[in-house]
């Protein structure tokens, strides 16, 4: 618990830089102040992919090698995922509204695919919840986060294949097309938000560890009746 | 026995249990047309041409209610089915493909027979040379969500809230098969290429072909 504690101290401190970083950036001539929603909205969403693509690897070496701790970092980073996918789908409506003049547009294929995303991982946490087992539970979710994954790619790609209101990539590889102090600021909100995502997901696989230990020891009787501990029964 | 022929044994079981019930053309895809039927009454007088959001609906209706059609034999399989085709030896794969092969041909004449109920309920201004085109789009969509739903199902299977479940994992899952087949005819009329949508269905399929054959031992333990 004590590691998740630093960890989020630093989360903290890098994302008041950040955030110090985002404000003093040059604003783009037509988004004006709005501009830093970007160094939110971006740095979520790319967070979201990778939290979603963690859960996919986690799945995969579940079924691989059927060891607990890789479900445990499937279910955090899907949660976690979920999370900073609202927060950037919602930091996208702010911006939208005051950009676009519209905060969501349904012909928008980005907007649109974005928010499939997170049904199909509000499914995948569903489908946990209805699963009492745990090696039930860990098994079918292991195949729904393996298979899941096929959404990630085409919610990246979405903006390419359709022109629709959403704009394309402005950092790809033949070069970028923000000013260098932007993509400076917006680097240094990535790693901030990447150190609070690896924060919450240590902290959420440590209550993970605890709930399954805590499963372990009232499994036989269900939750009414709790074996007698060891230390209870050296008192009597 | 190869693996092929465990799959047509399979599809075959399948569509005779279909042949004896008849669920899919004799109660949902009734249930489908009055779908459609309701949403071209409830089109707004404003909507000048209701023809023009036909092919939308179309697909939306297919798709929804064509999860009813690919769950329906996970949702009703037996504990003492799923054990003695193990005790027979039946490789999962063959049952993932079989299984998966059998709701892609009901969901198939399904989806045919609802385009043209679509047509003929919103007589939609379809692009010059459209049958083609809509027909491979409609047979792309239709094996995607049957091997969609046939993962689904088994994901879902003995759950208490197995049918909600289950649609819920499969509509969001189903999103790159909608707007793949929907563009096909949207591109036509707009006298854009296709085989960019075209190849998104195939990529699909291929790609739960692959997850469901790769993944049917594990979904085959998962699900007892």
């Known amino acids: ?236 | 026995m190869s693996l092929w022929k465990q799959s047509t044994e399979v599809m075959r079981v399948d569509l005779v249990v279909e042949q004896r019930i008849g669920d899919t053309f004799r109660i949902v895809l009734p249930f489908a047309v009055v779908a459609l039927m309701i949403f071209s009454l409830a089109t707004p007088a404003s909507v000048s041409d209701v023809g023009d959001v036909g092919t939308a609906v179309f697909w939306g209706i297919a798709i929804l209610y064509g999860m009813q059609v690919a769950l329906r034999t996970s949702m009703s399989e037996t504990e003492q089915r799923k054990d003695i085709a193990i005790l027979l030896g039946l490789d999962p794969a063959a049952r993932f493909l079989g299984r998966s092969m059998a709701a892609a041909l009901l969901l198939t004449g399904f989806m045919a027979v609802l385009f043209v109920a679509m047509v003929i309920l919103f007589s939609p201004d379809l692009p010059g040379g459209w049958a083609w085109p809509t027909g491979l789009a409609i047979l792309l969509a239709a094996v995607g969500l049957a091997m969609l739903a046939t993962l689904a199902g088994e994901v879902a299977s003995g759950l208490r809230n197995r049918s909600a479940l289950a649609s819920l994992l499969i509509a969001p899952l189903a999103i790159p098969l909608v707007i793949g087949a929907s563009q096909v005819l949207e591109s036509m009329a707009g006298d854009d290429g296709i085989l960019i949508w075209i190849l998104l269905l195939i990529t699909t399929d291929l790609a739960l072909l692959v997850a469901g054959v790769g993944l049917s031992r594990p979904l085959e333990e998962a699900s007892r």
């Open chain 1, 1 to 236: 618990m004590r590691r998740v504690q630093i960890m989020l101290l630093i989360a903290a401190l890098a994302l008041t830089g950040g955030g110090y970083l985002a404000l003093t950036a040059p604003l783009d001539d037509l988004q004006g102040e709005f501009t830093a929603m970007l160094y939110i909205h971006v740095p979520t969403l790319w967070l979201a992919f990778l939290a979603f693509g963690i859960t996919a690897l986690g799945s995969i070496m579940y079924l691989i090698g059927k060891k607990p701790r890789w479900d445990r970092a499937a279910e955090a980073s899907a949660e976690i995922g979920v999370l900073f996918a609202v927060v950037g789908v919602f930091t996208g409506m702010v911006w939208g509204q005051a950009v676009w003049g519209q905060a969501w547009d349904w012909g928008d294929a980005r907007l649109a695919t974005t928010a499939v995303m997170i049904f199909v991982y509000i499914g995948y946490l569903a489908l946990r919840r209805a699963i009492p087992d745990p090696d039930v539970r860990a098994r079918r979710s292991a195949i729904l986060g393996t298979i899941a994954v096929i959404q990630v790619p085409l919610v990246y790609f979405s903006v390419n294949l359709f022109r629709t209101l959403h704009q394309t990539q402005s950092i790809r590889p033949d070069g970028s097309t923000m000013d260098p102090a932007m993509v400076v600021a917006l680097v240094v909100n990535v790693v901030a938000f990447t150190i609070l995502f690896a924060a919450l997901f240590m902290g959420r696989t440590y209550v993970a560890r605890l709930e399954a230990a805590r499963a372990t020891e009232t499994a036989p009787a269900g939750e009414s009746v709790s074996p007698p501990r060891l230390k209870e029964i050296e008192d009597v």
